[in-house]
């Protein structure tokens, strides 16, 4: 007959063996999770981990007249904005003011845009001028107007900026702050007397 001290001590390395064989079960555990989150090819998590964030350039392309007459002109400033990551890019906003001489004369702010994964996209922001509202800041371009010049310098003040976020397959990621300042001059067409 064995004494209680010998159960004991079997049940102590009973217990031990079986605590060795669950670490052991948890660390190869923890080893093909880890292998499979790092090895899902596609994933949107692997490639953010993967790759470095690159901020989007923006290039003005021009304007495009949308609609004129004898009370205001709505044109479409018209950017092209490059985005070198492989997700998306949202919650990015364009803000504007345009200028004539110097002078502030209309506002435009946080239209927002989404830019497509690694390649371009086409932008365009939508601006109405209203003939009266240069009457304040113009002076002598509005007497330039009344005799028969085509078209008036304007000024676009444009800012890109936001938060973008990241997304792919597996919806948004964390933010990442950038802004691009573009500064170009738009000769926009002044209306013409009617025959």
Known sequence: MKNTSDYSIMNCKLVMDSMEKMKRTYSILRVVILALIVGMPGCTFTKLMTTRFEKPTFTYKGFELVEASHSRVTVNFLFSAHNPNEAGLKNITCSYELFVEGKKFLTGNDIPLALDPHGDSSIKVPATIAYTDLVPVLGSIVRQ??????????????????????YGEAGKEEPISFEKRLIKTADIPLPRERK
């Open 145 to 166: 107007i009344l005799s028969g010049r085509e078209t008036i310098p304007i000024t676009v003040d444009a800012v890109f900026s936001g938060k973008p976020a990241l």
